[in-house]
């Protein structure tokens, strides 16, 4: 290979035949997508260590260099073509990466019957024409078709949501049809170019007669009445056996979290060139860093009282600042590569019409605190679910924050039961926000959840009542809980051993910190002046050292280098060899 960079995805035919000898030699067990449907409606059960294979894109190598190893395994597998590709007309091209692909580069339709005519392989959608990205924002940025809005910057104005499920609608129906009709046997899964789906369109392909789709996260999933986002081991770099079975072996809920909390505040300004510069100085930043995971702000605050005054992204109720989360979150991803967390209130959002914002509050004799909204109201609870889904709507994202303004007090929401020893009162507010991930999910399936804790109920369990938060159940409900491990912030004259207490209080309830995220303060804020980058890297080694696996830290300030470069990737980067590229 003249560059193997260019080949990213490829595996060889060496290292392929490995795999398939590596698999059969350690009880996995090749199955058929019929298989998989059959079990899933209660016949034949699959056997120990199910394997389904999958190739993307209909390219010719699967039938000259896979396809012989298939019948020679005697190896079933699900071929996806994009229905457009094949048998283009001679001379079109085709933006394939490394490289511009033609007519030669695909699958013929007789290549696929011959195949299909096998059995061991079976036909799915990958669309039509829907392997490209789409304008999704003023700025220019594009995203995956399948799951993008169109911003038209000609009437500078979105699709509507008729207009992108009929796109949608179109194109898997002509998808389906051309496979149909060449082959004689409909698809009966959709695999989404670039795992990029959301509810509508898997109900859109199901509606159309396919039942299943796939993405690309996790390493497998359960087969039951619905299989729709079924996982898949995205293969790449041309891994040798020994590294498939290290992919397939591995434990990826024993990964630690490095996360840095952004101020998107930090990144807007008025004039677009500075906000621009803003922006590649974020990116520069965390892609020199290296941690796991960006918490990004959605909403404005830039009075810093820990409400919302408007949002970042186009929605029903607040104000739009500017319409910025959409494009910094993808910048993030695709420069930087990290995943990227929607930071949201869960309660606070000032509304602007006075009179609403006065009645929709929770009436509080207390005199401090953050302004909330009364989320045992009817419209306040469906004005914050409007608020998550509009977020999904526009932007891209993995995962939901949830702001540390979701408390109550003892002395607030009479209307709520007391916290009793099952927490009625907590519960009731996890239960809300779990409401707004599911809304959101509409979307942006699979997303990750982190909530915000103050550590006062867990140093002091009594004080659990006074917030309405408790640790043992926000584990239980999040994937992570993102606990405010900020002695400074709690007046501490000890860090350290604040910290060490703060540790053995969270191991009565996470005795092996799978779920726990401390979150650490970089500024002591009584004073406005920043944590020493030593003494932040020496409070990360003695948490690690007593068995704390997931960290993040706040604020980041990126546009000053506080902490440094340096030692933010001494403390939160998350590779193995934490230097910069070059």
């Known amino acids: 290979r003249a560059d193997p960079d260019?080949?990213?995805?490829?595996?060889?035919?060496?290292?392929?035949?490995?795999?398939?000898?590596?698999?059969?030699?350690?009880?996995y067990h090749p199955v058929s997508l019929r298989q998989v449907i059959a079990a899933s409606k209660g016949g034949p059960a699959l056997p120990p260590r199910p394997v389904l294979l999958t190739f993307d894109d209909g390219l010719r190598s699967v039938y000259t260099k896979a396809w012989p190893l298939l019948r020679a395994y005697n190896y079933p597998a699900l071929v996806a073509v994009i229905t457009?590709?094949?048998?283009?007309?001679?001379?079109r091209?085709?933006?394939?990466?490394?490289?511009?692909?033609?007519?030669?580069?695909?699958?013929?339709?007789?290549?696929?019957?011959?195949?299909?005519?096998?059995?061991?392989?079976?036909?799915?959608?990958?669309?039509?024409?829907?392997?490209?990205?789409?304008?999704?924002?003023?700025?220019?940025?594009?995203?995956?078709?399948?799951i993008t809005r169109v911003y038209d910057p000609a009437t500078q104005q979105y699709e509507t949501a008729d207009q992108y499920a009929q796109r949608i609608r179109d194109d898997l129906a002509l998808s389906s049809r051309r496979i149909n009709e060449q082959t004689g046997v409909a698809p009966q899964a959709i695999v989404w170019p670039y795992a990029a789906y959301n509810a509508m369109t898997n109900r859109i392909a199901e509606d159309l007669g396919m039942p299943v789709s796939f993405d690309l996260e996790g390493r497998s999933t359960p087969v039951d009445g619905d299989l729709h986002g079924l996982a898949r081991l995205l293969l790449t770099g041309n891994p040798t056996a020994v590294q498939l079975a290290y992919?397939?072996?591995?434990?990826?809920?024993?990964?630690?979290?490095?996360?840095?909390?952004?101020?998107?505040?930090?990144?807007?300004?008025?004039?677009?060139?500075?906000q621009a510069r803003n922006l590649d100085t974020l990116v520069d930043r965390i892609k020199k860093i290296g941690p796991t995971h960006v918490f990004l702000q959605a909403f404005a605050d830039p009075d810093g009282n820990g409400s919302a005054d408007a949002l970042y992204f186009p929605n029903r109720h607040l104000p739009m600042r500017a319409d910025l989360f959409n494009r910094v979150a993808w910048q993030l991803k695709t420069r930087a590569g990290v995943k990227v967390y929607a930071w949201l209130p869960v309660l606070g959002y000032e509304l602007k019409d006075p009179a609403l914002r006065?009645?929709?509050?929770?009436?509080?004799?207390?005199?401090?605190?953050?302004?909330?909204?009364?989320?045992?109201?009817?419209?306040?609870?469906?004005?914050?679910?409007?608020?998550?889904?509009?977020?999904?709507i526009n932007s891209y994202f993995e995962g939901l924050l949830f702001h540390d303004d979701a408390y109550v007090r003892d002395t607030e929401l009479g209307t709520l039961p007391a916290e009793d020893a099952d927490g009625a009162r907590t519960q009731a507010l996890i239960d809300f926000t779990l409401s707004l991930r599911d809304r959101a999910q509409r979307w942006r399936p699979k997303l990750g959840t982190v909530r915000n804790l103050y550590a006062q109920?867990?140093?002091?369990?009594?004080?659990?009542?006074?917030?309405?938060?408790?640790?043992d159940l926000f584990n239980a409900a999040y994937d992570h809980t993102a606990l405010m491990a900020m002695p400074w912030m709690e007046g501490s004259r000890h860090p350290e051993r604040w910290l060490d207490r703060l540790v053995t209080a969270v191991r009565a309830h996470d005795p092996d910190m799978s779920h726990t995220l401390f979150e650490l303060q970089t500024v002591d804020w009584r004073t406005q002046t920043p944590i020493p980058g030593e003494r932040l890297k020496a409070h990360v080694r003695r948490l690690q050292a007593q068995g704390v696996r997931h960290f993040a830290w706040y604020p980041d300030d990126f546009i000053a280098d506080r902490p440094s470069t340096a030692d933010a990737r001494a403390a939160m980067s998350a590779r193995g060899f934490p230097y910069p590229d070059r």
């Open 93 to 146: 091209t085709i933006d394939y990466g490394y490289r511009p692909f033609g007519r030669d580069d695909f699958l013929t339709w007789q290549q696929i019957r011959e195949m299909q005519a096998s059995g061991l392989v079976e036909l799915a959608s990958h669309t039509d024409n829907l392997h490209h990205g789409v304008q999704s924002n003023p700025q220019g940025n594009s995203t995956p078709a399948a």
């Open 84 to 91: 457009d590709y094949v048998e283009m007309a001679p001379g």
């Open 457 to 471: 109920p867990v140093l002091e369990p009594q004080s659990a009542a006074w917030f309405a938060q408790r640790l």
């Open 358 to 392: 006065q009645q929709l509050a929770i009436q509080t004799p207390e005199r401090d605190g953050i302004y909330r909204l009364d989320f045992t109201r009817p419209e306040v609870r469906s004005l914050i679910q409007d608020i998550y889904e509009d977020l999904a």
């Open 6 to 27: 260019a080949y990213a995805y490829a595996v060889s035919t060496q290292n392929f035949a490995a795999h398939l000898d590596w698999l059969s030699a350690h009880g």
């Open 247 to 274: 992919e397939l072996r591995r434990n990826i809920e024993l990964d630690g979290m490095r996360a840095l909390q952004i101020d998107l505040d930090a990144v807007y300004d008025a004039d677009p060139a500075q």
